[in-house]
């Protein structure tokens, strides 16, 4: 899969065919689940060739905290934190780096630090330059969904009906891209679970996301370690590993392509034995 130096893209690796599992490395001092554990860039790019080794197919590279009531920080702040670990981690690691960010100049100088994909929870909302950006490069893209944004998202989120107006919305999104240049092949979508949503619209994007799926795009689901696993089994954030196996391969069975985890051992072993009973795939 290594082509001349190179990490394999999505499509080498197996998307639409497979479940691939995007493992997370947050190097900021806040995150909900691991805060300040990766920002030393020597301990994040440890932590990321440990996930890689342990099968993750992509590894995901945040600098901000998107976790409920998260205050912004400064694009310089978000680069100092994100651009040496893409540098050292692509020189050794042999999986797409994706960067976690909705700034334009975050996202412009990780692909060229040696990042290979952009997950931006804003769809490219909140940084006018950022369909330039990726205008002019072949990575792909992550839309997620969100009401609202971090800071405010889980202030008493309604929706009449939570599937129906994410695909509205993520529809409207993919328009929107392709309106700006980008070619919808590129194009990943994420229904957003956890950001301006209660138990109760978690649950229900789980149940439908089969729905999601008619939108003709692979479909990313991040449920790992989230507060409505908390909620429903009363589990500390460290102890939400098996409510997270749980939702990935519910998910799995209702058409996820890729899941975004933190643990990737333990998901790894759970996504094979649902790829191989769903999808009849033995790896």
Same mark, same amino acid.
Do not use: W
């Given at each position: 899969?290594?082509?001349?130096?190179?990490?394999?893209?999505?499509?080498?690796?197996?998307?639409?065919?497979?479940?691939?599992?995007?493992?997370?490395?947050?190097?900021?001092?806040?995150?909900?689940?691991?805060?300040?554990?990766?920002?030393?860039?020597?301990?994040?790019?440890?932590?990321?060739?440990?996930?890689?080794?342990?099968?993750?197919?992509?590894?995901?590279?945040?600098?901000?905290?998107?976790?409920?009531?998260?205050?912004?920080?400064?694009?310089?702040?978000?680069?100092?934190?994100?651009?040496?670990?893409?540098?050292?981690?692509?020189?050794?690691?042999?999986?797409?780096?994706?960067?976690?960010?909705?700034?334009?100049?975050?996202?412009?100088?990780?692909?060229?630090?040696?990042?290979?994909?952009?997950?931006?929870?804003?769809?490219?909302?909140?940084?006018?330059?950022?369909? !330039?950006? =990726?205008? %002019?490069?072949? *990575?792909? +893209? &992550? $839309?997620?969904?969100?009401? /609202?944004?971090?800071?405010?998202?889980?202030?008493?989120?309604?929706?009449?009906?939570?599937?129906?107006?994410?695909?509205?919305?993520?529809?409207?999104?993919?328009?929107?891209?392709?309106?700006?240049?980008?070619?919808?092949?590129?194009?990943?979508?994420?229904?957003?679970?956890?950001?301006?949503?209660?138990?109760?619209?978690?649950?229900?994007?789980?149940?439908?996301?089969?729905?999601?799926?008619?939108?003709?795009?692979?479909?990313?689901?991040?449920?790992?370690?989230?507060?409505?696993?908390?909620?429903?089994?009363?589990?500390?954030?460290? !102890?939400? =590993?098996? %409510?997270?196996? *749980?939702? +990935? &391969? $519910?998910?799995?069975?209702? /058409?996820?392509?890729?899941?975004?985890?933190?643990?990737?051992?333990?998901?790894?072993?759970?996504?094979?034995?649902?790829?191989?009973?769903?999808?009849?795939?033995?790896?």
């Amino acid at each position: 899969m290594d082509r001349l130096g190179l990490a394999p893209t999505l499509a080498e690796l197996g998307l639409g065919e497979r479940t691939l599992i995007m493992g997370v490395v947050n190097v900021t001092p806040d995150s909900f689940s691991d805060g300040g554990l990766y920002a030393d860039p020597e301990r994040a790019i440890a932590h990321a060739l440990a996930l890689a080794e342990e099968g993750a197919d992509i590894i995901d590279i945040g600098g901000e905290s998107t976790r409920p009531g998260a205050v912004p920080v400064p694009v310089e702040v978000e680069l100092e934190r994100v651009i040496p670990v893409i540098k050292g981690l692509s020189k050794e690691v042999k999986v797409p780096i994706s960067i976690d960010t909705y700034k334009a100049a975050v996202a412009e100088a990780a692909l060229e630090a040696g990042a290979a994909m952009v997950n931006d929870i804003s769809a490219l909302r909140f940084d006018p330059r950022m369909s !330039e950006v =990726l205008r %002019g490069c072949e *990575a792909p +893209v &992550v $839309l997620m969904h969100m009401q /609202g944004e971090p800071r405010t998202m889980q202030e008493n989120p309604r929706y009449d009906d939570v599937v129906g107006e994410i695909g509205a919305f993520l529809r409207e999104r993919v328009a929107a891209a392709v309106e700006a240049g980008i070619a919808p092949e590129r194009l990943i979508l994420d229904p957003g679970i956890g950001f301006g949503k209660t138990v109760a619209h978690n649950l229900e994007i789980l149940r439908r996301l089969d729905e999601l799926k008619a939108l003709g795009r692979p479909i990313l689901i991040g449920p790992s370690r989230k507060s409505f696993i908390g909620q429903l089994s009363g589990a500390p954030v460290g !102890e939400r =590993l098996p %409510g997270t196996i *749980a939702a +990935v &391969v $519910l998910g799995i069975a209702r /058409g996820a392509d890729i899941v975004r985890v933190h643990d990737v051992r333990a998901v790894k072993q759970a996504v094979i034995l649902a790829d191989a009973i769903i999808r009849g795939e033995r790896r």
